[in-house]
């Protein structure tokens, strides 16, 4: 097994220390975790997830990091008896300021797509696409659901049983292996009255609000073999956030199968193994690349980005010098042949 990235930590403006680790090179993509259940170094040793973070890194410089309360984050009375919204979203400022660009790409995983949510609402500037994969608004809505809540009910008076039932109904019942690598991560990420604490603070999770705000490109990923996620839960998404995307996608062994990973570079406009060759362009460089691929004016990209039309012109003379073009139609020819500019 390859040795895992190395776990670094930043500290968010309140104080808590919050693991993460950095792999691959390209655009930032800021993986934001599910809540409770997530542990940066026991899901290495998962086969599934080792194999979605490699691969996402094959075109991203992948950002994955522990929330607050659980995991190789701070721990304990002063950081999980504050895990609410608010607080998540300061873990994700905290990471994506040491570890992430200017602009990157959100991806919130089940409980996390609720403070990706809230993050890419009131930051626009900072987040250029947001994907949320088996997410949800609101716990009234979600965790309440019977199938949940007996779950959950079930954490209070049988933690082993409960930990090895949840981890199997989320890969669907269909592989003990896959389930018992879960429930290593699920020991190693929390404990008992941790995950209790952690349910109580859920109680008032609700980022319904935040949805229409979403200005930023959202694609919404749907695993139906879940037996834990709802399609509906993810469709509310697709309908609320303006412009989003919708699209099932199968897992294999608890990660998104490989046609997510394709699905993810082209929403985003980043290519596969070809995409190499973009090495020398800084992130913002691909980025102001992929949207003159698409068609877009400066004065558009200068509106989308948040930044001057001199800033734009300045980014397209250093794209020209870099990639040996000369004029925006050479530059678009150049970035289509590299899979920059896929469909929004």
């Not at 229409?212 to 919404?220: A, V």
């Amino acid at each position: 097994m390859p040795p895992a990235p190395a776990v670094r930590y930043a500290r968010t403006d309140d104080g808590v220390d919050i693991a993460y680790w950095r792999l691959g090179r390209g655009p930032a993509l800021l993986h934001a975790p599910n809540v409770q259940l997530g542990h940066l170094l026991a899901e290495w040793s998962v086969d599934a997830m080792r194999g979605w973070y490699r691969e996402l890194a094959r075109t991203f410089a992948v950002v994955r990091y522990d929330h607050r309360g659980g995991g190789l984050s701070s721990r304990g009375q002063t950081a999980s008896s504050v895990q609410s919204i608010d607080a998540l979203v300061r873990d994700i400022g905290a990471v994506a300021d040491a570890a992430a660009d200017d602009r990157f790409v959100l991806l919130g995983w089940l409980a996390g797509a609720l403070p990706a949510i809230a993050y890419a609402a009131r930051n626009p500037e900072r987040v250029s696409h947001l994907i949320l994969w088996n997410g949800f608004a609101r716990d009234a809505t979600h965790g309440q659901a019977p199938r949940l809540r007996s779950l959950f009910e079930m954490a209070a008076v049988d933690w082993e049983l409960f930990i090895e039932s949840i981890c199997q109904a989320a890969l669907g019942w269909s592989d003990a292996g896959d389930a018992r690598q879960w429930a290593d991560v699920a020991r190693a990420a929390t404990t008992q009255h941790e995950f209790l604490s952690y349910l109580e603070a859920r109680r008032q999770w609700d980022v319904a609000a935040e949805l229409s705000r979403i200005r930023t490109p959202t694609l919404i990923l749907y695993d139906p073999q879940n037996a834990l996620t709802s399609e509906e839960r993810s469709r509310e998404l697709a309908v609320g956030i303006p412009g989003a995307r919708y699209l099932a996608s199968a897992q294999q062994g608890g990660a998104p199968a490989a046609g997510a990973v394709e699905a993810i570079r082209s929403f985003v406009g980043v290519g596969g193994a070809a995409s190499a060759d973009l090495a020398e362009l800084t992130p913002r460089e691909r980025e102001v690349l992929g949207l003159v691929v698409r068609g877009a004016t400066n004065a558009e990209i200068a509106e989308r980005l948040f930044i001057s039309v001199n800033t734009v012109t300045r980014h397209l003379t250093h794209i020209y010098a870099k990639t040996g073009t000369s004029r925006r139609a050479e530059a678009v020819r150049y970035g289509m042949e590299r899979g920059l500019g896929g469909p929004e």
